[in-house]
């Protein structure tokens, strides 16, 4: 983005990764790995995670599931911004920049208090409801 002021080119680009650029399961690795947590991942199936009320994007950050009005949005046209030299930087610093932001700036109490995401108690419910606790 600097340097495509810079260089004083204008237009519309979407400014996003690649479709593919990282799957969900190596982001939530990288963020498992700077964070320091031992949690467990578990999959699921986007019908689990309907039919468990969990909202898409605000109890499940980032997560869309892969149909529906909202699963574009993952999939936009990127290419004029790489024609034009849009780079992503590895995924891991963008995970360990963040999580050190969180901690110092973003909002610490939220995190201490596991006030961000999805609840421990749907998060349960869902797990039980598929044998895993």
């Known amino acids: 983005m600097i340097s495509a002021a810079e260089e004083g080119l204008s237009g519309v680009f979407n400014t996003v990764s690649q479709p593919g650029f990282i799957t969900m399961g190596e982001l939530l690795e990288a963020v ?46 990127v290419t004029a911004a790489f024609n034009h030299g849009l780079s ?15 901690q110092t700036e973003g909002d610490p109490a939220a995190l201490a208090q596991g006030s961000v995401g999805l609840a421990p108690e749907k998060e349960a419910q869902a797990l039980d409801s598929i044998g895993h606790l």
Do not use: M, N
């Open 32 to 77: 498992r790995e700077v964070s320091g947590s031992r949690a467990e991942l578990v999959w699921v199936s986007p019908q689990l995670v309907e039919q468990q009320g969990i909202e898409a994007w605000t109890e499940l950050p980032i997560w869309l599931p892969p149909d529906g009005e909202a699963a574009g949005l993952h999939a936009g046209d």
């Open 88 to 102: 992503c930087r590895p995924f891991a610093a963008t995970a360990a920049d963040t999580w050190s932001w969180l």
